[in-house]
């Protein structure tokens, strides 16, 4: 099984915590050449990219900052502290160093992404990912006092996910060939140790050290992102503590040669941009007629998938859940829906929601992380009032059409496939 290789915090025992799928093994990764075999530098690196939630983050500084969620500490920074045996106070971060053996990331999916790939200077032959789950408390805000502080100190997966974004590395296009059949290959393998042998050789080859040398560190991480909600705390919390209305929140970082640093998040407009709806806040919703040019000008590329955001346009992150954060607007003055509609499925927030009814914003997930509910149900429980487009595909739906023969993903995976290696010379 995947154990083999990974930690998981739900199961300490028997586990190998720096195995090849391992978080603490792919941070290692990271790391500058003659820093990799260093656990403090590999500390140092994700306490760093911890302290980013605890204060406002402007990566674009022409639009709204991501707003600090400081709770993290309660949820991942502190807890984890304490198991490296060190004291939990903000005041011993600079001297902690985290046991990356006791993470508190369990991996929950491998994803090979051919739909990615692209040529030129920058060419990749699609992405790889690993799709990690935060496992720790339950957080709540405190009916006396607002804080949001620890309501259950029982460690459970959370909804909170973190998704390393590798490029397949390629210098020349035939090796795109290389890696779709690489990993087309096991499809006729049955689980187990020679699968799995064979998913890590795949893995190796982009998540390992020095894999491009074009990149920070010759890591080839195209990006990582968080997606989550978990520290927004309880939505229907237990007696002492108070609801709270939840904004799920996807986050970019991309690395450089000194950490992961926050970056916008890809084809994500700031939400200055969007309609303006009861509940923004300072200039969000201030700049909805920008947006409408750009979607009236860029038509045609954005419905052929290959438009760009103007400059200064990108958010900070993606906010969606409670109105007013919706979906980029069922309308815009002037601009057609099928646009729209093109425009917002390319977005972090309506591809995770509202464009697809996707359900908690996740696309993967774990049956102990989620309470299964039908649609209506799980709308009402996560708070979610900003209405659904007219022209929404359920996600499912979205792709068991892309991916069955005459889909775009299925044509366009197969058309690779039968690529005769001479046709890319």
């Not at 674009?60 to 991942?76: D, H, Q, Y």
Request: aromatic fraction near 8%; include cysteine.
């Amino acid at each position: 099984s995947p154990l083999e290789t990974t930690f998981d915090p739900a199961r300490p025992s028997g586990t190998h915590a720096s195995g090849a799928w391992s978080f603490g093994r792919l941070v290692h990764n990271m790391l500058p050449a003659g820093e990799r075999d260093s656990g403090a530098a590999a500390s140092r690196l994700v306490m760093d990219w911890l302290h980013t939630w605890e204060t406002d983050q402007s990566p674009n500084p022409e639009v709204s900052a991501a707003k600090a969620r400081a709770s993290i500490r309660l949820m991942v920074t502190e807890p984890w502290k304490v198991a490296s045996g060190c004291d939990a106070s903000p005041e011993t971060d600079a001297t902690c160093v985290l046991d990356l053996a006791k993470s508190p990331f369990r991996l929950i999916a491998i994803v090979n992404r051919p739909d990615l790939r692209r040529g030129g200077d920058d060419a990749i032959g699609g992405e790889g990912r690993f799709v990690f789950q935060i496992v720790g408390p339950t957080l709540g805000r405190d009916a006396a006092t607002g804080a949001m502080r620890v309501m259950n100190e029982t460690v459970k997966p959370q909804k909170f996910t973190v998704i390393f974004e590798y490029s397949l590395p390629v210098s020349h296009r035939v090796e795109t060939l290389v890696w779709a059949h690489r990993w087309h290959v096991l499809r006729v393998l049955p689980f187990g140790h020679g699968y799995n042998a064979m998913l890590r050789t795949i893995t190796n080859g982009f998540s390992g050290p020095d894999r491009d040398s074009r990149r920070p560190n010759g890591n080839a991480l195209n990006q990582l992102r968080t997606n989550e909600v978990a520290l927004m705390g309880a939505r229907f919390p237990t007696t002492g503590f108070i609801a709270t209305k939840q904004f799920w929140e996807l986050r970019e970082f991309h690395l450089t040669q000194t950490g992961l640093a926050p970056h916008t998040v890809n084809l994500e407009p700031s939400r200055d941009f969007d309609v303006f709806r009861t509940g923004h806040t300072g200039n969000e919703g201030t700049r909805t007629a920008e947006l409408a040019a750009f979607l009236v000008d860029e038509a045609a590329a954005i419905t052929a998938e290959k438009h760009k955001l103007w400059p200064g346009m990108s958010g900070n992150s993606a906010l969606i859940g409670s109105s007013p954060y919706g979906a980029w607007g069922n309308t815009f003055a002037g601009v057609d829906p099928a646009v729209r509609n093109a425009f917002a499925l390319n977005t972090c927030a309506g591809c995770h929601r509202h464009e697809t009814e996707t359900r908690h914003f996740m696309h993967i997930t774990t049956v102990a992380a989620m309470e299964p509910a039908d649609k209506t149900d799980d709308r009402a429980r996560i708070g979610v009032t900003a209405e659904t487009p007219e022209d929404a595909v359920v996600l499912s739906n979205l792709l068991a059409a892309d991916i069955a023969p005459g889909g775009k993903r299925h044509e366009d995976y197969a058309k690779l496939l039968a690529t005769r290696p001479s046709e890319l010379r």
